[in-house]
């Protein structure tokens, strides 16, 4: 089966402007999860999609941060106005309905941003 | 609040020699715990989870870790690295009731050396 999706791979943007990423879970993966690493430090949850409802957004930082899941399937994070310190690697990951974090996501191989 | 402790941000090795990466943790409520594993320009990839009954637990590769509760701590082994293990290896836990979100450790790259 196809894995986790995740693009751009690298984007590099001035602040100020917008930035858009794109997640496509794995086919009948109920949950989608964003994640984001800031400057080597530890990896940090942002929310947590079932279907297309976020069941947890307390990880969104400010509200710069939009996430969006239409019709259950892709997923996508925009940032709007992007800032300096928004820098980092944008993980997504997926699972099936119910499992959850017990019995381990699958990755995508993220998204690099880079606000200059 | 839920935190994951990886002390050593590098650890060099030499190829053939045993290694540990350390994972110390800090929550109120039960958990569970896993390593992954970034190989360069890849996803993350599960190496081995501990849910319940055996605190030692086997993964992929050869890895293993030990989960022990007084010391709240869940270390990564591998008796003999090859240099095919280079790459950085998170901790995560999750808390038993909010069993969708991860809590992650900040990464230790393991760097094998011929």
């Known amino acids: 089966e196809a894995g986790v999706t995740q693009f751009p791979s690298h984007s590099v943007i001035e602040k100020g402007q917008t930035v858009t990423l794109r997640c496509d879970p794995i086919s009948g993966h109920d949950n989608l999860y964003w994640y984001r690493r800031v400057m080597g430090k530890e990896i940090k949850f942002l929310l947590h999609?079932?279907?297309?409802?976020?069941?947890?957004e307390s990880g969104m930082p400010n509200n710069r941060f939009l996430a969006e899941r239409t019709g259950g399937t892709y997923s996508t994070l925009k940032v709007q106005p992007a800032e300096l310190e928004d820098s980092g690697v944008y993980f997504c990951a997926s699972s099936q309905g119910g499992t959850g974090a017990n019995y381990g996501y699958t990755f995508g191989s993220g998204t690099r941003l880079t606000v200059v | 609040a839920q935190s994951v402790t990886q002390l050593d941000s590098q650890v060099p090795v030499f190829e053939e020699a045993p290694v540990e990466l350390r994972c110390n943790y800090s929550?109120?409520?039960?958990?569970?715990l896993f390593w992954y594993v970034q190989y360069p320009n890849q996803g993350l990839q599960l190496l081995l989870k501990?849910?319940?009954?055996?605190?030692l637990v086997k993964g992929i590769n050869g890895f293993e870790a030990e989960f022990n509760k007084s010391q709240t701590s869940f270390h990564l082994r591998k008796p003999s690295v090859h240099i095919s293990d280079t790459a950085e290896y998170f901790c995560a836990v999750s808390e038993r009731g909010q069993f969708n979100k991860f809590y992650f450790g900040s990464g230790t790259k393991l760097n094998v050396k011929p």
């Open positions: 999609f079932v279907k297309e409802s976020k069941q947890d």
């Open positions: 929550s109120s409520v039960s958990v569970y």
């Open positions: 501990y849910l319940s009954g055996s605190t």
